[in-house]
């Protein structure tokens, strides 16, 4: 971390720097995790401005650039794309030679048209590059139905079009939900195996699961984590937030038996399925590091014998309106699974295969054209699956059903990163400033959105992701939501906290994920913890995007927060992912595992004792509730302590109530610690039991902690 960045002097002349850096909506100083006020220095503006095309290198340079920043919107009749909320009076920026007028209207997502009065007074006026040009600002109609339009122009020879995109004033799926709170379980799919397993839960577990859950102890929803896809073939990423899509789904879920095709082999080919089935069940038992490799090989190599069956005229005809619904998207990511395989990362054709569109693409496409179709399919057995999976918790009872888990961001070589490169930011990644519980603060190796030209593309990466994800879900948490204000940029080898803030268009990127929320029904979670202005919790819920409140840090300036002030459009739970089951956590075993990687900034000694302060500081008020007795807690009755917090929870206002499936069981381990790589086993580790013994699925009805949790919410609720 550089001097300048951590205490506040700025080096250098930084006046120009630094109003280019506003103007481009980098933020030039920041808030740090104690409250301090901290500069960013010149070095890492400069950098993060050139990962957004902008050019830094001298003081001519900087002023260069903000002068044409100024001038850029005027160089275009329209804007990229207009985002606006129904219901409200807005007006479009239309950029045309000084007097002259146009033909403007709206072509509508249903093929219907709005004209736009053209108005008769003129705008503003400003020479651009020798033409004197006017800015016209036309009003857009009022009640304009929610959705995808086009507006167009036509000024004699000169024609323009952009997106409009109408979105919901509020999300209105989780009204009536203050009336009807629910509770679910969230649960690490990949961990939670059932005596079918290949090793790794699966999209059939996940339907099991919702329908226990659900079917007998009342649950309204599932929270799974990121089901997005990693590498098309082994050694794979263990890490579901770094995927390298987040649009399409990871086949190491699919349960190969439940495809109706499998049903269909025979002989040599049926027994190498159950063959490969058999040897990964004892796998199913084991408590040491899950396997992904071993098992996606496995299910490779089934899938491939599957595909391989023909398809009945309805199966092909489903298979090909599928392929026709998700269009060049999905064909571009088959085709880059398909190339993967073949080509080593640091092949040196990947210099010409810059992305779907190069000349080496078309030229060598059809080559790949087989295995490419072997991917596309794939998709579409996961389609199939969690659309089961949805049916499943639907049935069982659930209100909500699934829900699924939206990654930061994608892995810097991945699919998303080759197909989406034109509005992806270069030479940075995303993570997070040093904070209480990283102190040396976070890089998660991901390439973000470049704000401009996402919005020049009409914003329909974002959106396309979003549907396919909304398909079968009745819920979507969107992890770290609020880098749809601003993400923290990393210049590429620089350190965590040699970073700064990069705002994005959040009016936009809300409203387009509360749109396609409302028409797919789902709800929509915003994991809302770390540093932030007030203001933004009160946006989200204004917007009808619910909250995120972990009880162990709730804490208002007199100390632990009582239940009855937490708010009311939350998802609350008593802990995450990114810390120890609550039995662990009690244990203090978060410390000690900090501790042995390096991650504290403090004596272990003053680390522990401040932690023990804290836990028992939400100990005492949860006994002052009468919900634990006096003298207990710890790790004394893990069991009884663990019902305790989570009765406590249930005393807040909270909507959605969560419990980890690892704290229902009396699991220990933490399945992830922030701030490593291969240091910890992250993602790696089974559901298993306050014994260590592992625990499946069909052990669930008969588990005594899980049984006794379960009830207590579904007789609360």
């Not at 007795?629 to 909507?655: C, K």
Request: net charge negative.
């Amino acid at each position: 971390m550089t001097e300048a960045n951590f205490t506040g002097e700025p080096d250098g002349n930084t006046e120009l720097l630094r109003g280019l850096a506003e103007h481009h909506h980098v933020a030039t100083t920041f808030n740090g995790w104690d409250g301090t006020r901290r500069e960013v220095s010149n070095e890492t503006l400069s950098r993060v401005l050139e990962a957004l095309g902008v050019a830094t290198a001298t003081p001519q340079a900087q002023a260069e650039s903000l002068a044409e920043a100024r001038l850029q919107p005027w160089r275009r009749m329209l804007p990229g794309s207009v985002v606006v909320r129904e219901h409200r009076s807005t007006a479009v920026a239309v950029h045309l030679p000084a007097g002259m007028r146009a033909d403007a209207w709206i072509v509508l997502e249903d093929g219907g048209r709005r004209e736009l009065d053209w108005p008769a007074l003129p705008g503003e006026e400003l020479d651009v590059d020798g033409v004197l040009t006017g800015r016209t600002l036309v009003p857009l109609p009022a009640g304009l139905p929610l959705g995808w339009h086009r507006i167009e122009v036509r000024a004699g020879e000169r024609q323009g079009e952009t997106v409009l995109v109408v979105t919901p004033e509020r999300l209105t799926t989780t009204e009536g939900l203050d009336r009807r709170r629910a509770w679910g379980l969230m649960a690490q799919l990949y961990s939670v195996r059932s005596s079918r397993s290949w090793g790794i839960g699966d999209l059939g577990d996940l339907a099991d699961l919702a329908a226990l859950s659900g079917g007998s102890h009342g649950a309204g929803f599932l929270l799974t984590n990121p089901l997005h896809a990693a590498e098309p073939a082994p050694p794979v990423e263990p890490s579901p937030y770094l995927p390298t899509t987040r649009r399409f789904f990871n086949p190491l879920y699919i349960r190969v038996e439940d495809i109706p095709e499998y049903g269909y082999l025979h002989g040599e080919d049926r027994a190498k399925v159950e063959a490969a089935a058999h040897s990964l069940a004892a796998a199913n038992r084991s408590d040491q590091k899950l396997d992904r490799d071993a098992t996606y090989a496995a299910k490779l190599a089934a899938l491939e014998l599957v595909f391989s069956v023909p398809r009945s005229f309805a199966r092909q005809q489903q298979f090909d309106r599928f392929c026709a619904a998700e269009g060049a998207g999905l064909s571009d990511f088959a085709l880059w699974c398909a190339l993967s395989e073949k080509l080593p990362a640091d092949d040196p054709r990947w210099q010409q295969i810059t992305g779907p569109d190069s000349a080496w693409v078309q030229e060598h496409r059809q080559e790949y054209a087989g295995r490419e179709q072997f991917h596309t399919w794939l998709q579409w057995i996961c389609d199939q699956q969690l659309e089961n999976a949805q049916a499943a918790a639907r049935s069982a009872g659930m209100e909500i059903g699934i829900v699924h888990d939206l990654a930061v961001g994608v892995h810097p070589a991945g699919a998303d990163a080759w197909m989406l490169r034109p509005v992806l930011a270069p030479g940075v990644s995303v993570g997070a400033p040093p904070d209480m519980f990283n102190q040396q603060g976070q890089d998660w190796s991901q390439p973000p959105w470049h704000p401009q030209r996402l919005a020049d593309a009409g914003y329909l990466p974002y959106r396309d992701m979003l549907r396919t994800i909304l398909r079968h879900a009745g819920g979507i948490r969107v992890d770290h939501i609020l880098g749809l204000f601003r993400l923290w940029w990393i210049p590429q080898g620089s350190g965590p906290g040699d970073g700064a803030y990069v705002h994005f268009d959040h009016e936009a990127l809300i409203g387009i994920l509360v749109l396609e929320a409302q028409r797919a029904g789902a709800v929509v979670i915003g994991e809302d913890l770390g540093v932030f202005e007030p203001w933004v919790q009160e946006y989200l819920a204004e917007r009808g995007v619910l909250g995120t409140s972990i009880l162990w840090f709730e804490h208002t300036p007199s100390g632990p927060r009582p239940p009855e002030e937490y708010r009311q459009g939350a998802l609350t739970s008593v802990n995450t992912h990114d810390l120890p089951p609550t039995a662990g956590y009690l244990a203090g075993e978060h410390v000690d595992l900090r501790d042995s990687l390096g991650l504290l900034n403090r004596p272990v000694e003053e680390e522990r004792a401040a932690d023990a302060a804290a836990q028992e500081s939400v100990l005492a008020l949860v006994r002052s509730r009468d919900l634990l007795p006096e003298g207990a807690g710890g790790t004394d009755n893990v069991q009884q302590t663990v019902e305790a917090l989570h009765s406590f929870i249930l005393q807040t206002p909270s909507v959605l109530i969560g419990v980890a499936l690892a704290d229902a069981v009396g699991e220990r381990r933490t399945q992830n610690q922030p701030g490593t790589g291969n240091e910890y086993p992250n993602w790696r580790i089974p559901l298993c039991g306050p014994d260590g013994t592992a625990i499946l699925l069909d052990d669930l009805p008969a588990n005594s902690r899980f049984t006794s949790l379960a009830d207590l919410m579904k007789d609360a609720i």
